[in-house]
Structure formats: C-alpha cells, structure tokens
C-alpha cells in the first residue's frame, strides 16, 4: 500500500467519525433554517395565489394593504315616485271585475276584529271581500293596500280612498288574491 505524506486533516480525532471530506461536524439549528425557508415560500406561494384569484373571481377579495385604493362608496340611487296612472274607481258596479275577484284583508294590528270592520267596510261599499283575517305580523303602522297586477291599479287606488288610506303598492307578495289590503295602526286608530 503507498503512503502518504502527513498532513492537517491526520491530526482530526477519530471521536468525531467523520472520514474524507465530511470531517466538519454539522452547524446545529440547520434543520431549522430550512424548515424556515420552506415555510417562507410556501407563504409567498398562497398570498400570490389568493391574490391571483381575487383578480379571476368577483366572489374572492383579496387586497394587499398599501397596494390598492379603498373603493368610494356607492351613492344611493333616489327612487323614482309613482306617478298615477290610473283613476280610482270609487264604485265596483260602474266596472267589470274580473271573474273570481276578491279582495283580502288582513289585519296586521295587536287589536281584534280590525280586519273584519275592514271587511264589513269594503263589503257595504261593494267590494267582493274573500278573505279577513290576522296577518303573520301584527306591527305594521301603516295601512297599505297590495295589487299583483298593473291593470288592478285602479281598483286598488279606489279601495285606499274608500278605507281613507294613502298607499298603494304593486307587489306579488300575496299570490291568493288580486289585491290584499293590510290594515295598519293608523287604520286602527281611526276608529
């Protein structure tokens, strides 16, 4: 076997049991420093992506601080005011009512009985009342009569002059009949 001339690396204890060119004993903590590089990268990676999403999808925001203005406010929009049009029909006989037209009247009030006055009321007038009874709320103040369809304006308009009421609204919130009067606080209070 041939020898070799002595050098630094002979004098290494043999303790450390590190042969060639690994004789340096490893750092500690260097396990940690790639744990944290990975970490850091994988951050970057789900900021960036979440990011990228945001400017995809309308149903993700995403905003780095600093980066973006904040949005002004949106100004509300007035809405426009009906304008009538349709006369009231005072008088149910002077026109033809529909066949099966009723009206429905509801009592959305904590007192008893104002939907049958309501009732007894239209009905005296005329009106073909269907249904009185109480709504599901009892806290409306205010007395609005409902139409499902445009061509009720009218009828609707005149039943709100008959119970001395100012509102009327076109609205498919009460699919069983063709107009839905509910009596509020201040038809109650009319005694």
């Known amino acids: 076997m041939a020898e070799y001339d002595p050098d630094r690396f002979?004098?290494?204890?043999d303790?450390?049991?590190?042969?060639?060119a690994h004789r340096a004993p490893r750092r500690r903590g260097r396990g940690w420093i790639a744990v944290a590089w990975a970490l850091l990268a994988s951050g970057a990676l789900v900021v960036a992506g979440l990011y990228s999403l945001s400017l995809v999808s309308d149903s993700v925001t995403f905003e780095i601080p600093g980066f973006s203005e904040p949005e002004p406010m949106p100004t509300p929009e007035p809405t426009p005011t009906m304008t009538p049009t349709a006369e009231p029909v005072v008088d149910p006989s002077e026109v033809e009512l529909p066949s099966g037209f009723t009206i429905t009247v509801l009592n959305a009030t904590p007192f008893a009985g104002l939907a049958a006055q309501g009732g007894t009321e239209l009905s005296e007038a005329g009106w073909p009342v269907?249904?009185?009874?109480?709504a599901a709320q009892d806290d409306f103040p205010d007395t609005v009569v409902y139409y499902s369809d445009p061509a009720n304006e009218g009828l609707a308009r005149g039943i709100a002059q008959q119970l001395r009421v100012a509102d009327i609204e076109l609205s498919d919130a009460f699919p069983g009949a063709p107009i839905t009067v509910v009596l509020g606080s201040d038809y109650a209070a009319r005694g």
């Open 10 to 13: 002979d004098d290494v204890p």
């Open 130 to 134: 269907g249904t009185t009874t109480n």
């Open 15 to 20: 303790s450390l049991g590190r042969v060639g």
